[in-house]
């Protein structure tokens, strides 16, 4: 059944209210302004206004299944006036059920799993606007995702992404494509770059932390070197000596092995990540500990119970109840520290009641780590964010900083700036990162 929500909205900032009148004109729009700068509150703003004057009757909200209860929240904070229906029509439900469910609500909101049967169905909404949240997960053309919902029918879209480039230029064109199959097709990733940019600009609008900095808290960056020592020094080494022709697997377990040795279970990250949130802790603060490997949660999930430290933990096991439970601990008792999938925390979650955030590991995609350091480092946060990262000296993570670095540099040059260029890392990448990694130098 809808619900009515009945909260008062919150004032927006200047540039927040660029971006709701670039939304109000805009019947084609990738919203791909910088993570935490609040898409989906201008979004939530534009559509209040668009209902009010009688443009928009009902509108559709595709998100990440984990992101759905944040739509929920973040229209109850912005859209009181609105009646919001969470999850969509039965699977293999024909066009007539879902008009059915548009007409009860105002907003329904939804995951991209509920619209996959679109594809196989003579279901095909007709909504008079569409909001793609987290837009880069419809980038690829061929997918399920992308087939089905190129198959509703919308007077408007929006398209919210902080990361429209992923990996190279037919990131940003697939989205562009989307939005008006007219205007691009995914053959102009190849374009010129002064030729896309003129294009791209009028269906894109992106805001950079940079734009806003007097908006936003301080952050100070802490990336330092650790040295790999014991059995799991000596784990390394035999790994590096004994490496086969399985180049990616060897990189990934090399990699795995900088953050912990499953034999010995001994982590110097770990060591180092408990002494920072210990003392996050005493002075009353609390933290969020990214990564990408469950292993090395659990690991500091251990040794955490040990010293009487409260955590809640966030990963792909569970289920949305026990995530929404988890995060709502965290928030509001007395956990200091928050041990989070970077699969599953990285997107839309809000948790500026964390000053603090570790990575354990990072990814070779740098916009994945930037957005998962965007969910403390956001509009709400008032104090210093803390930004903690590792890299262990002698091993393929200082490779690992090299690729970042080259790809943070595809990113800038290629969104902030609107003049694309292509970039990928490639297996070719990898194994001459690897082929100068030698057992005599310790590497």
Known sequence: ?????????????????????????????????????????????????????????????????????????????????????????????????????MTQCHVLVTNYEDVRDLVVTEAAPQVDLLVLDE?????????????ATRRIGAQR???????????????????????????FT??????????????????????????????????????????????????????????????????????????????????????????????????????????????????????LRMLGIGFRILDGSMNSQEREAAIRDFKGGDAVVLLASMRVASEGLTLVEANHVAFVNRWWNPSLNNQARDRVVRIGQKRTVFVHSFTLEGTIEEDLDDILETKEELFDTLIASFSRSGGKVTEALVRSRLASRTPETGY
């Open 157 to 183: 879209i929006w398209a919210l992404t902080g990361t429209p480039l992923e990996r190279d230029t037919e990131d940003l064109v697939n989205l562009l494509a989307f939005l008006d199959r007219d205007a």
């Open 186 to 303: 995914r053959t102009d990733a190849s374009l010129p770059k002064s030729v896309l940019r003129a294009r791209a600009a009028r269906m894109m609008l992106r805001r950079e932390k940079a734009d806003v900095v007097a908006e936003l808290p301080p952050v100070v960056i802490r990336h330092e070197r650790l040295a790999l020592l014991g059995p799991q020094a000596e784990a390394y080494r035999r790994a590096l000596a004994s490496q086969g022709d399985n180049t990616l697997a060897d990189f990934g377990r090399l990699r795995t092995l900088c953050d912990y040795d499953a034999e010995s279970g001994m982590s110097v990250k770990i060591d180092r990540i408990v002494d920072l949130v210990s003392h996050v802790g005493t002075v009353g603060e609390k933290a969020v500990v990214f990564s990408y490997l469950l292993e090395p949660l659990r690991l500091l999930a251990t040794r």
């Open 1 to 101: 059944m809808p619900y009515l929500i009945a909260r008062e909205p919150l004032p927006l900032y200047q540039f927040q209210r660029a971006g709701v009148a670039r939304l109000l004109k805009s019947r084609r729009l990738l919203l791909a302004d910088d993570m935490g700068l609040g898409k989906t509150l201008q979004t939530a703003a534009a559509l209040t206004t668009l209902v009010g004057c009688g443009r928009v009757r009902n509108a559709l909200v595709l998100a990440p299944a984990t992101l759905v209860p944040n739509w929920l929240d973040e229209l109850a904070k912005w859209t009181p006036e609105l009646v919001v229906m969470r999850g969509g029509p039965a699977k293999q439900s024909n066009k007539h059920t879902w008009r059915s469910v």
């Open 135 to 147: 837009a880069h997960r419809i980038k690829n053309w061929e997918s399920l995702t992308s087939r």
